[in-house]
């Protein structure tokens, strides 16, 4: 089994800054993937940034890439999500999942999941 636990989230001002942390416990094994996903009222879950934790290489939305910086910090066991200018339309429950495997956008191919942190970006 595998936890997973985000905090950070919150009410930030259009082009404010926030970040979000993953703090990730029990069996991971050696090689798995980390995601960041997001679900806005009424609108389906999406990929938002993942990261590979043995070699770090990240992976980001289209609508995110420059703005959001995914990251983990190995020793503390914790995956990081840095957003940068945040938008309105940034606003939604951020969830933080994990796979064994490489790095994948669906959110339907991950099998443990957090339980979400709001955020909020007031125009």
């Known amino acids: 089994q595998v936890q997973l636990v985000e905090s950070g989230g919150g009410l930030e001002q259009a082009g404010g800054s926030l970040r979000l942390a993953c703090a990730v416990s029990g069996r991971t094994g050696s090689n798995y993937a980390i995601g960041w996903f997001r679900q806005a009222p009424g609108k389906e879950r999406e990929f938002v940034a993942a990261i590979s934790w043995s070699g770090g290489r990240t992976y980001y939305a289209d609508s995110v890439k420059g703005r959001f910086t995914i990251s983990r910090d190995i020793a503390k066991n914790t995956v990081y999500l840095q957003m940068n200018s945040l938008k309105p339309e940034d606003t939604a429950v951020y969830y933080c999942?994990?796979?064994?495997?490489?790095?994948?956008?669906?959110?339907?191919?991950?099998?443990?999941w957090g339980q979400g942190t709001q955020v909020t970006v007031s125009s």
């Open positions: 999942a994990a796979r064994g495997g490489v790095v994948t956008r669906s959110p339907h191919e991950y099998d443990y």
